[in-house]
């Protein structure tokens, strides 16, 4: 004899004890649920881990994004944006930079792949990309590469183009004819998150290969050192500018957020299904009382138990299958994210993408994301067995005996 | 007594659960130092948007409204209609930009 909370634990520990041996003797029924459960488990947490990687990855790259963007839209459509919008702007005040882009898709015919032509000023020259090494051209390739206009390459397009050692490749302008190019330099492979489909050119090269005008863009990025002013100066460019459509650093924030967010999508409703259907498949396997366990809960009652100490006996089984389940699939999850880059989810999340950048979403652990695994498998199973596990220990001993 | 000096279930219970954390505590470490590798990368991707002007990540490069997600046309993802049926297995996991604003 001991403390009264000591008896009590004693108490628990025997009770848990006798839960044990019950699951136990029906262990492949339960060890059936626990396998299933699992999976369940797994699927759910790989979603919302490698989700939870991706969303804490572009919070974290995307966090010096341009303040301002600005856009041309004519009947819905994004439409290249005159040069005469740079000074237009210049006139607001509060706004260190306005810098011109030229940006586009360029098919890739023979591969089938999308690339990402982004085309800026200064460049090769003034401040260098980070991240690349550029290359120095030997003295034999100076002649050719004089034709040849610089380019820097993502690592996906250096293997899409298969270019091995080689330094040129050849562009298709709208009109067939071919623009050359001389790879300077390829983006460094960790930074593939941002950089690996892309072919960083000079601005005036990039409105050649698209064909643009000399005195158009496709939008301007604007820098403004306050970020107070940010929302005041996007409301003033917009009745500046007619037709144009202003993007916010937070704007964009926000879209990955939401597009990154639990309710995004038909994953998620996938995943409530699995949840569902394995509630369907836990009710049916805890409301079928087989005959040896309704004389189990007979005897013991006949012994003396209450109908409280038999529930908290399928409660104890209940939980335990739980916790097992939530271990053994979070585990799994975890090595499916960390090993292996989460290979069942990747094919869903670059769909029929031909060119695929190098994803690793390895998220840091966050209890909100655990709780949320947690209240979504668990719960849904202790509800779904408590009702059953009541019934099951309402059974009147004289009757079943 | 022999019975005596068996485990009792609960004991095997606190082992196996025990085992399982700790494998799971391993993994979840496994995962930091991983993600511990990847800081100069961050800072790199960092500097390469602001010098580049970038606005999205590159993870499926299948549409254009879903590889540059945050600067698209409002009206380009989801077949021109924000309601209509999407088609592209990897919008199925983005949620349409108009709904964001």
Known sequence: MGPGYLISLRRQRNLLDFALGS?????????GIVVVFSLVIFIIASFRLMVAGLEQA???????VPDITVQRLVAGRQMPVP????????AVFGIRSIKPRVWGYYFHETSGANFTIIGVEDFPGGEPLPGVAMQAVSADEQVEENQFSPVVLGQAVHQMLA????????LFRPDLTLKGFSVVGLFAPQTGLVTDDLMVMAIDDARDLFALAPHNATDLLISVPNPLEVDTIAQK?????PGSRVITKAQIGKTYNAAFGWRSGFGMICLIGTVAAFVILAWDKAAGLSPEQRREVALLKTLGWQTGDVMAIRFMESLVVCVVAFLVGTGLAWAHIVFTDGFLFKPLLLGWSVLRPSLSPVPVIRFDDVLI????SVVPYLAATIVPAWRGAMIRADATL | MKWMSKPRPSTWLGIIGGGLMFCQLILIGLAHVQLAARTSGQELMRAQVQRLGLSDICIATEARYIRHLAVTDQVAPFMDHPLALEYFPSGSLWAPVISSR
């Open chain 1, 83 to 90: 040069l005469w919008w740079v000074e237009e702007s210049g």
């Open chain 1, 237 to 241: 460019l917009m009745a500046k500018l």
């Open chain 1, 373 to 376: 695994i947690f209240v979504m």
């Open chain 1, 23 to 31: 699951l136990w003797r029906a262990r492949w029924k339960n060890g």
């Open chain 1, 163 to 170: 270019l091995g050692d080689r330094v040129n490749v050849s």
């Open chain 1, 58 to 64: 572009s919070t974290a790259v995307l966090a010096t």
